[in-house]
C-alpha cells in the first residue's frame, strides 16, 4: 500500500514509463507543489441526501484504491451541521425513506450490484432487498414508503435460429456469430449491446420480487442518440403512478434526441403519453398535490445545440407551457418546493452553477450567487438544501444552505485538506476577450505557484469536449499540476460552449470546427501580449471534442510546439460508420456524405494533415467506441507519412478518455508534460 509518505514511488514509476529523469526530479522537488502522486490520496464526495426533517446528511465519499486501481465509494453519514461525520456503510446512491427512518442504497454482493435498505435506528439493522441478474440504477422510494422503484437492463432474444448439425461429443465449435440488425449496436462503457432494453421496476421495500412496470422493444429514459443511461421519472404523491421520460416507439434506433413525458400505472403497467408535441422532453417532477409536472426540454429541432429549459404542464399533460421565461439556459435537478409554490433547479451559467426558483406563474429569479459551481443534492421538507460546491481552489465538498437565507452556504466537509495542507496552488484569473465578429469570449488562466509576470513561461492551452460543453470554475487537478509543474495554462469557452445561451452555443451549427477555432486562436493572442508568455513554448492538447479541435489547430497553425491530441475525430466520413454516436455526427450535416461528401471532408481535420509540422503524441484508449480508435490510426498514418514527429500511446482498460482509472491519470498528465518538454526545447521561433 502506498502512503502519503512514499518518497520513491514516483521514481520508480518513471522507469516504468520510460519518462526522462529530469521530469521525476521536478515532480518530487517540493512537498508544496501538488504533483501526480498526490492524486493517489484524493478523494471525493458526491450525492449528498438531506433526511426529511433536514437532521442529517448521508454522501458519497470516494477515495483512490491503489492496489485494485480504481475508485472505490463508501456512504458517510453526518449531523446537517457537519458535525459527527462517520463511516456508515460500503455503497452508492443512498435514498431516504419519506420517514426517514431507512436508507435504500446500491451495494454489491456476490460479484452483483444490489438494492438494500439499512434502518437508522441504534440496531442499523441491513436487509438486501433484491437479487437481480442486471445491475439496477434511478433508485427512488415511493411516497407512502412500501416500494423502491429502480430501471434494470432486460435482455431481449435477437437471436438467429437455424438448424446446425450436431458435433461429436466434446467438440469445441466456434461460437455463433454475434447478430446485429440496428444502427445503434455498441455503446462506450457498455461494449456491444441492443439485445436489452431499459426498464422500470418496483419491489416492496421489505423485500421480496421485483416486478417489471414497463416492457418493450424501447426504453424508458431520455436518450441523445440511442446512447444508455438512466431515466428521469418522479412517482405522483398516492404512489399509484411513475411519470417517466423516453420514447416509446420501435422506431428509436433513428431516433436522434427526442423524447416524451409518460405515465405508468404501478400496479397495471398501463402506460399514457403525456405529451404531444416533439422534442426533447425530460426529468419529470410531480408537484405535492400531484397536478402539475414541472419538465426540462425543448421542442423538436435540427439547431445543433438549444437550450433544454423549465417547462410545466397538467398531471394529464394539458397546458404545456415555457415557465422559466428569457432564461436561455439549461436547467437540471428540478425539485418542488415543498408548499408547492413553485420549482427549484441548477443553472450553469458562464462558467458557474447556482440555484434558481420559478414561481408558478412563471418567471425565474436566482436564489445562489457566486463565482462556482453548486450543485444541489437534495432539499428537506423544512428548505434546507444539500449540495456540493467547488471553486478554483476548492475541490468540491458538501455544503448546506436554507433556502430561506442561501447566502449563507455552510462548508460541511474538508475530505482533501490532508492532501492540501502544506501546497500552494496557482492563483486562477478569469479573462474576457475579443475573437472574430467582435464575439466576447471568456476563459481562465491558470499561473505557477510563485508567478512572476516578468518571466517568460510555456502556455499549454486545454480544449474541452462536447462540442456542446462548459468549461467552469471548479478546481482541476489537471491544471493545477500542471502550472505546478511551471505552465501556464489557458482555457476557454469558445463559441459551441453551453452556458452562454442558445445562439452562441448554436455558433457553430453545420460548421465544426470553425469559429470555435478563432475563438481559441484569440484567446492564445490575448495572453500572448500578456508578455509573459513563451512563444517557442506553446503547447496545445484536448481530449474528444478537444481531439477534435486540437487536431483541427495543428493543421491550421504552426504556432504551438507540440500538441497532445487525445481521443479524436480525425475523419468525419469514417467516423459516421464506426463511432456509437453515427446520429450526432450526421447532424452536423445537411445531408449525407453519399448525396454529398464535400462538407464532411471539408470540416475533417484530416484533410489539413499536409499543413502539420506539429510534434504530435495521439493518446486514446483500447476500448473506445465514442472516437474509435481508428480515426487516431488514420491521422497518425498521415502524420508518420509526411515525417511529422509523432506516437501514439494506446492506454490499456480505457473506453472514451485517457484517465478514468487512477493510474491512467497519472500517465496522460506525465506523457503529456513530457512531450510536451521534450518539443519546447527544439522548437523553432515563431
Not at 462506450?188 to 421480496?208: C, E, I, K, N, Q
Request: net charge neutral; charged share 20%; aromatic share 12%.
Amino acid at each position: 500500500m502506498i502512503d502519503r509518505r512514499t518518497t520513491g514511488w514516483l521514481a520508480a514509476w518513471a522507469l516504468l514509463t520510460g519518462l526522462p529523469g529530469q521530469m521525476t526530479a521536478q515532480e518530487t522537488a517540493s512537498d508544496t507543489l501538488l504533483t501526480v502522486q498526490h492524486y493517489l490520496n484524493w478523494e471525493g464526495v458526491g450525492d449528498p441526501q438531506i433526511s426529511p426533517d433536514g437532521s442529517q446528511i448521508v454522501y458519497t465519499r470516494r477515495w483512490v484504491n491503489q492496489v485494485e486501481d480504481r475508485w472505490d465509494t463508501a456512504l458517510w453519514l453526518m449531523n446537517s451541521d457537519g458535525t459527527k461525520q462517520r463511516f456508515l456503510i460500503k455503497g452508492g446512491s443512498p435514498r431516504w425513506s419519506p420517514d426517514g427512518t431507512r436508507i435504500a442504497y446500491i451495494a454489491e454482493a456476490d460479484g452483483k450490484a444490489q438494492i438494500f435498505v439499512r434502518w437508522m435506528d441504534a440496531e442499523g439493522a441491513v436487509s438486501q432487498v433484491t437479487r437481480l441478474d442486471e445491475s439496477p440504477g434511478s433508485l427512488a422510494w415511493s411516497p407512502d414508503g412500501k416500494w423502491l422503484s429502480f430501471a434494470a437492463m432486460v435482455p431481449y432474444d435477437k437471436t438467429w435460429k437455424i438448424s446446425m448439425p450436431s458435433g461429436p461429443p466434446g467438440a469445441k465449435w466456434t461460437p455463433a456469430p454475434r447478430r446485429v440488425t440496428d444502427l445503434h449496436y455498441r455503446a462506450d462503457r457498455a461494449g456491444f449491446m441492443r439485445d436489452s432494453y431499459l426498464h422500470l421496476f418496483v419491489v416492496p421495500a421489505d423485500g421480496g420480487t421485483a416486478r417489471q412496470i414497463t416492457k418493450g422493444e424501447w426504453d424508458v429514459g431520455s436518450q441523445f442518440d440511442n446512447l444508455g443511461g438512466g431515466v428521469g421519472y418522479d412517482w405522483t404523491p398516492d404512489s399509484r403512478s411513475i411519470v417517466f421520460d423516453g420514447l416509446l416507439s420501435k422506431s428509436v434506433d433513428m431516433n436522434y434526441r427526442n423524447s416524451d413525458i409518460n405515465i405508468v400505472e404501478v400496479a397495471t403497467g398501463t402506460i399514457k403519453t403525456l405529451t404531444t408535441r416533439p422534442g426533447s422532453w425530460t426529468s419529470p417532477s410531480v408537484s405535492p398535490d400531484g397536478r402539475t409536472v414541472a419538465l426540462a426540454g425543448a421542442d423538436s429541432t435540427r439547431k445543433s445545440y438549444k437550450t433544454s429549459e423549465l417547462f410545466l404542464m397538467g398531471i394529464d399533460g394539458s397546458n404545456l407551457r415555457l415557465a422559466s421565461g428569457a432564461l436561455d439556459r439549461d436547467v437540471g435537478n428540478i425539485t418542488w418546493a415543498a408548499d408547492g409554490s413553485g420549482v427549484y433547479y441548477g443553472v450553469q451559467d458562464q462558467g458557474t452553477a447556482n440555484l434558481y426558483f420559478t414561481p408558478l406563474r412563471g418567471g425565474y429569479r436566482q436564489v445562489t450567487s457566486g463565482n462556482h459551481m453548486l450543485g444541489i443534492g437534495s432539499i428537506s421538507k423544512n428548505g434546507v438544501a444539500a449540495g456540493v460546491l467547488s471553486s478554483f481552489h476548492e475541490p468540491g465538498d458538501v455544503v448546506r444552505l436554507s433556502l430561506a437565507k442561501p447566502g449563507e452556504i455552510a462548508k460541511l466537509t474538508d475530505v482533501n485538506a490532508d492532501v492540501l495542507a502544506k501546497i500552494k496552488l496557482g492563483q486562477v484569473e478569469e479573462i474576457w476577450y475579443t475573437s472574430t465578429s467582435g464575439t466576447r469570449v471568456q476563459g481562465w488562466i491558470v499561473k505557477p505557484p510563485n508567478f512572476d509576470r516578468t518571466k517568460k513561461y510555456p502556455l499549454i492551452m486545454e480544449i474541452h469536449g462536447g462540442p456542446h460543453g462548459m468549461y467552469n470554475v471548479a478546481f482541476s487537478y489537471m491544471y493545477q499540476n500542471f502550472a505546478a509543474n511551471g505552465n501556464v495554462v489557458l482555457y476557454t469557452n469558445p463559441r459551441g460552449s453551453t452556458g452562454y445561451g442558445t445562439n452562441f452555443g448554436n455558433a457553430i451549427e453545420r460548421a465544426y470546427p470553425s469559429v470555435d477555432y478563432d475563438d481559441l486562436i484569440a484567446g492564445v493572442d490575448s495572453l500572448v501580449g500578456r508578455g509573459y508568455i513563451d512563444a517557442n513554448r506553446m503547447y496545445v492538447g484536448g481530449c474528444s471534442g478537444g481531439g477534435v479541435l486540437s487536431s483541427w489547430v495543428i493543421g491550421h497553425t504552426t504556432r504551438f510546439a507540440a500538441a497532445a491530441v487525445r481521443c479524436p475525430v480525425t475523419n468525419w466520413l469514417s467516423f459516421y460508420g464506426t463511432a456509437d454516436v453515427p446520429l450526432f455526427t450526421a447532424n452536423f450535416f445537411d445531408k449525407p456524405y453519399w448525396e454529398d461528401p464535400m462538407p464532411w471532408l471539408k470540416q475533417s481535420p484530416l484533410m489539413y494533415v499536409k499543413n502539420v509540422k506539429t510534434p504530435t503524441l495521439l493518446m486514446t484508449g483500447e476500448l473506445d467506441l465514442r472516437t474509435p480508435m481508428s480515426q487516431t490510426e488514420e491521422y497518425f498514418a498521415a502524420l508518420k507519412t509526411l515525417g511529422v514527429p509523432s506516437e501514439i500511446l494506446r492506454f490499456n482498460g480505457e473506453w472514451h478518455g485517457t484517465s478514468s482509472k487512477p493510474s491512467n491519470f497519472l500517465r496522460t498528465q506525465l506523457y503529456m508534460m513530457s512531450w510536451y518538454q521534450k518539443w519546447g526545447k527544439t522548437a523553432a521561433t515563431m
